[in-house]
């Protein structure tokens, strides 16, 4: 199973970046899908998930109304809008894959919001 984050990158406060997580070894229409980050010097935080349905989509407070989440099956991919970004949406990014007692994580992808 392999899940591999890309699209993070630096960007200017109220910039927009688009993250994606392509899944190999497992289908994400089987799984929760979530995306996790972490700010340097503190702990992982979950950010936003979506059930295997795409029925149930939640956020993180401190996202809400700025980050959408979305699935492709046919490309068997994750995405992570990203819009009107803050300071401190700075942090890696990690796509996470749920399933039963499965847990799969991805390497991250750093994202940088700085002026």
């Known amino acids: 199973v392999q899940l591999v984050e890309a699209g993070g990158g630096l960007v200017h406060p109220g910039g927009s970046l688009r993250l994606s997580c392509a899944a190999s070894g497992l289908a994400v229409s089987n799984y929760l899908m979530r995306w996790s980050r972490q700010a340097p010097g503190k702990e992982r935080e979950w950010v936003a998930s979506i059930s295997s349905s795409g029925d149930t989509i939640n956020y993180a407070d401190s996202v809400k109304g700025r980050f959408t989440i979305s699935r492709d099956n046919a490309k068997n991919t994750v995405y992570l809008q990203m819009d009107s970004l803050k300071a401190e949406d700075t942090g890696v990014y990690y796509c996470?894959?749920?399933?039963?007692?499965?847990?799969?994580w991805g390497q991250g992808t750093q994202v940088t919001v700085s002026s």
């Open positions: 996470n894959a749920w399933g039963g007692l499965k847990r799969y």
